[in-house]
């Protein structure tokens, strides 16, 4: 035995650092895709709600499993998580498919996990219910804990994660009008932050096992604040605000930065019309903003050809956001994701159905037109295990 184990030290050792690391992580990006948005003018019919899995390890990026289930595109695209290990996912649905009104969808609840352990034959493992309009998800770095916003609830909804299974343990009132789109935590696991649409605030929680509670330190941040993602470094909590600055009757949306050690509004900032996503670069140096900018959602709109959506790039730095890059996408934009290293974007067309793929380069972003990927339906919530 003490030869061999030599052998295999010579081995290690001789392949380098590589060896001795786990492997890289965020091969996989999971997609939410929503079949259920039917708009009048187009002819498509409904079709399935999906998770699909698309390998980002090669190029240029393609789907090597789906799996028919629970989805919605309504609410914003953080509706996924994906285990650290990339074992297993959880997507939210916040509506469902209403045979009474086929071209209005009915709130929904579900909180569905999938296994990703063969990613070409992913599967639902459980699905459970949190409150109406369930949305925003988040888990902590231990993954014991997940919160979802449920928005027609007005409430965080609290389950304790083991061997890919969930338990409800909580739900957490965020009172009047409250409308929580989106939860994140904090990087220690000890704060969360809802993302309150009706009461324009960032809300803290405290988390102390499966026990969550308001502390009272809110910050108020836009009008309509949607989606959020906290830095790396734990100080600085990036959201988006779909109806625009606080003051004021200009309703461009914004991007806002808070202090999260101060409890304070660091930066507002203007960045165009209906910013649907903000997405972290692995690294925390740069997040990528998706802005639907009002496009049509269906091909036999007179504006169709004229108006697109677009996504922008900003370096991040202490409570400062510096334009880097921009460029045209789609029609009814919706989520975007990173790659490992950064160096890819892949961002979801709803009206279109596809996800298109964008190179940058630190400078410059540029979409790969021959790398985009087709969907029978909508794709409108994504996530990388390195998103959150």
């Known amino acids: 035995m ?3 184990s030599s052998i295999l030290l010579v081995v290690l050792l001789s392949l380098g ?3 001795l690391v786990p492997c890289a992580q965020a091969r996989l ?17 409904q079709t399935p709600d999906s998770v699909s899995v698309i390998d980002l390890a090669a190029y240029p990026p393609k789907v090597i499993g ?3 289930g629970p989805a919605s595109m309504i609410g914003p695209p953080e509706a996924v998580v994906v285990a650290h290990n990339e074992s297993f996912a959880i997507v939210t649905a916040a509506q469902k498919f209403n045979a009474a009104d086929p071209m209005h969808p ?3 609840d579900k909180v569905s996990v999938i296994d990703l352990s063969t990613p070409a034959k992913p599967r639902f493992l459980q699905t459970v219910a949190a409150g109406p309009g369930a949305s925003g ?3 902590n770095k231990a993954e014991n804990l997940v919160l979802v916003a449920a928005k027609m609830d007005g409430a965080i909804h609290v389950f304790r994660l083991a061997a890919k299974t969930l338990t409800h343990v909580g739900r957490v009132h965020l009172g009047a009008g409250a409308q929580p789109t989106d939860v994140v935590f904090a990087v220690d696991g000890r704060r969360a932050y809802a993302v309150v649409q009706g009461t324009n605030k960032i809300m803290e929680l405290a988390v102390d096992g499966t026990k969550v509670t308001l502390t009272g330190q809110d910050v108020a941040t836009g009008k309509s604040p949607y989606g959020a993602a906290v830095t790396p470094d734990g100080n600085w909590l990036i959201n988006t605000n779909v109806g625009g600055a606080l003051t004021g009757e200009d309703h461009t949306g914004t991007v806002t930065m808070v202090d999260l050690k101060a409890h304070r509004l660091a930066l507002s900032l203007a960045v165009g019309k209906t910013p649907e996503h903000v997405s972290l670069s692995p690294d925390g140096k740069h997040i990528a903003v998706v802005l639907a900018n009002g496009t049509a959602n269906v091909k ?18 202490p409570g400062t956001l510096t334009p880097v890059a921009q460029a045209d996408s789609c029609h009814w934009a919706q989520g975007a994701t990173w790659s490992q290293d950064g160096k890819l974007i892949l961002q979801q067309c709803a009206t279109e159905r596809d996800i298109l793929v964008y190179r940058f380069d630190g400078k410059d972003l ?6 985009k990927i087709p969907f029978e339906s909508r794709p409108g919530s994504i996530a990388t295990s390195v998103s959150r």
């Open 2 to 4: 003490a030869g061999r």
């Open 17 to 19: 650092p590589l060896a």
């Open 29 to 45: 990006a999971i997609s939410a895709n929503d079949g259920k948005q039917l708009q009048k003018g187009e002819d498509t019919g």
């Open 66 to 68: 789906s799996v028919n």
């Open 106 to 108: 009915a709130d929904d």
């Open 137 to 139: 998800v988040a888990m």
């Open 300 to 317: 036999s709109d007179p504006n169709y050809g004229s108006v697109l959506g677009y996504i922008k790039v900003f370096a991040v730095g």
């Open 366 to 371: 540029t979409q790969e037109k021959a790398a």
